[in-house]
């Protein structure tokens, strides 16, 4: 789905109505897990505490702004953007292919001293 969003042709892109449907599927199929409800509940609690010490915090720090300082936005300028490009298949991969390999202790310890003398 990200990739789809992503795409640098926006009539690639799914609409928002598709959007909502794919992602209103996601969210009614992962109540029927008991372990993601689990997981979810765990999230909550947890978001919870994050806002209390949150609300504590807030209150126990008393932030300044100078009295003089002049505080402005401005607008960015996009004009001279490139187009957009997708990136191709094989740049993709490079980041979305899991590695898997296993290494027993004797192939570390070669690295490490490898890594040292090459600092050396």
């Known amino acids: ?24 599927k996601w969210d009614n199929k992962k109540y029927d897990d008991s372990d993601i409800k689990f997981i979810e509940s765990q999230i909550n609690e947890y978001n919870d505490k994050i806002k209390l010490n949150r609300t504590s915090e807030k209150k126990s720090k008393n932030i300044q702004t100078h009295p003089q300082a002049i505080y402005t936005s401005r607008l960015l300028n996009f004009k001279n953007l490139p187009e957009p490009v997708n990136s191709g298949a094989t740049q993709s991969t490079l980041f979305s292919e899991g590695f898997d390999c ?12 490898d890594d ?5």
Do not use: H, V
């Not at 992503?6 to 690639?12: G, P, Q, T, V």
């Open 1 to 24: 789905l990200i990739t789809k969003c992503w795409d640098a042709k926006a009539e690639n892109r799914p609409t928002a109505k598709e959007l909502f449907q794919i992602l209103y």
């Open 102 to 113: 296993q290494l027993d202790e004797s192939d570390l310890n070669e690295m490490n001293q």
């Open 116 to 120: 040292e003398n090459n600092i050396e």
